[in-house]
């Protein structure tokens, strides 16, 4: 026994080392085409980030992002989820009718407090512009009926009341809730196999913000399915599968034919003259249509004779709400916290921006530590 004990602890302390040397030395990985998503990448290093704790936040996610073997891990995981027929596996529910949803578990409260003064904090320093907040219900919230009998989940409509109740005055709550209830029998408001909303729904949020906003010279719409084959992330992180992929559409407004825009990816040194990137259609994750996917800053620049531009921060369920806005205003900026590293306030005072909007849906919100961050101006 003692030399099977010996040869035990050899393999595991060479696994364990071996772990640690594939972590230095690996390359960092910018996208997970398991899990259909950027990677955190490492973050930025100076003393008011190592002050503030936010360096040790971005590390905690970078470490868990790059780990050696991840992907390999997270499927032996799954498989032995479903070969003990389990309905849920990493965080996500198989439902009655066969679609996927995320879990929505008890947010940290300290996060939640901090997140909150960073945003009240935030709208106190900017009294000018318009705010507004849309906090998105996920489909655990709208469709309850489908989740497996007995499926444990926090009560995303109670964390939405606190929320909106907690948030300063000076920001203009935006619930979707009623008018998303209203549709849902009639609308797939959120693909069977990947959390982001569809269009459909992005649209009825637009609505919402369209009255709350006062956009009076909104285009008509038409309505295009691009892609019947997607099949998105939830499918590739729970490991389960769906009865059929998802029908992905776009809107496209009948705009004047002296109307065009152009979107600047600032970082990335891009500039493009359509909100959609198609070759992203014949990829893996087609939810990247919407301005090729994620990205730190977004510049759209349109030829509307308006003094009106907007600030929006967010989360990728914007991306699909994106392209509504364009017909609306002079410009839009957009900024996703998980990304950006520069500074809020140079940009804020720079821009002259006369709205901004936040776009979170619940599950990311609940989770976030970037946009305290780049709120508090903590890169």
Known sequence: MKWYRRIAGFLFIIFIFGLAAAALFQPDRAYSPAEKRNLTQFPALSLRTIADGSFMDRMEDYAADQFPLRDTFMRLKTRLSILRGSVESQG???????????????????????????????SARYKGPDMYFMLVPNAVSVYPEKLPAHAPTEDQNAYIDRFYKDLPLSIRALDLRNDLNAAAADTQLYYASDHHWTTDAALIAFMNYKKTAGLDNVPPFHRSVIANDFTGSLVSESGFSVPAPDAITVYLPEEP??????????????RRASCYETEKLKEDDKYQVFFGGNHPI????????????????????????LPFLVPEYRSVTVVD???????????MESRGFTDVLFLYNVNTFAEDTNLKTVLKNAQ
């Open 92 to 122: 996500v529910y198989r439902c009655e009718d066969g679609s996927l949803m995320e879990r929505f578990d008890a947010p940290d409260r300290e996060n939640y407090k901090e997140t909150l003064a960073a945003i009240s904090a935030f």
């Open 257 to 270: 034919e002296d109307f065009y825009y152009t979107v600047s990816y600032t970082n990335e040194n891009l």
């Open 298 to 321: 977004i510049e759209i620049n349109t030829s509307l004779d308006s003094t009106r531009s907007l600030l929006v921060i967010k989360d990728s369920y914007a991306n699909c709400f």
């Open 337 to 347: 916290p998980r990304y950006y590293y520069d500074d809020i306030d140079v940009l």
